[in-house]
């Protein structure tokens, strides 16, 4: 795999093994995507992206009566949270990220604790017995 920064791209022709480079605009290495724009949103959508997957696929579970709010939090802590940051060392920071990473949050604390999407709470405040 050949990656260019920038624009413009010349073919390259690298060969190991009688095996030709395949030469790409964008890849993934250890869960950051690289792009040879330089472009450092798309890794932020891309960990919110896959955490709202997971936080569908695990909707079913998050919606049990059976399982307790306690293992519905840890599951929360332990799987989604994880999947969200991982790689998070490396992000750019900037203000319109956080509210995506914030939604993303809230969506999984919401079906944690039950709370509907028309109340509007905080985390600090889901987190307090009144509203459990």
């Known amino acids: 795999m050949i990656f260019e920064r920038g624009e413009g791209t010349i073919e390259c022709d690298i060969y190991i093994e009688d095996e030709r480079i395949k030469q790409v605009e964008e890849f993934v290495y250890l869960g950051y995507l690289f792009i040879n724009d330089g472009i450092h949103n798309t890794n932020m959508e891309r960990r919110v992206n896959a955490g709202n997957k997971l936080n569908g696929t695990l ?4 919606n049990s009566k059976i399982i307790s709010r306690q293992a519905h939090f840890n599951i929360h802590s332990g799987v989604l949270i994880p999947k969200l940051m991982y790689g998070c060392e490396n992000w750019v920071w900037q203000k319109k990220n956080k509210s995506g990473i914030k939604t ?26 009144d509203v459990i």
């Open 59 to 62: 909707l079913a579970i998050m």
């Open 104 to 129: 993303m949050e809230m969506r999984s604390l919401r079906s944690t604790y039950g709370v509907s999407q028309k109340v509007k709470y905080t985390r600090t405040e889901m987190s307090e017995s």
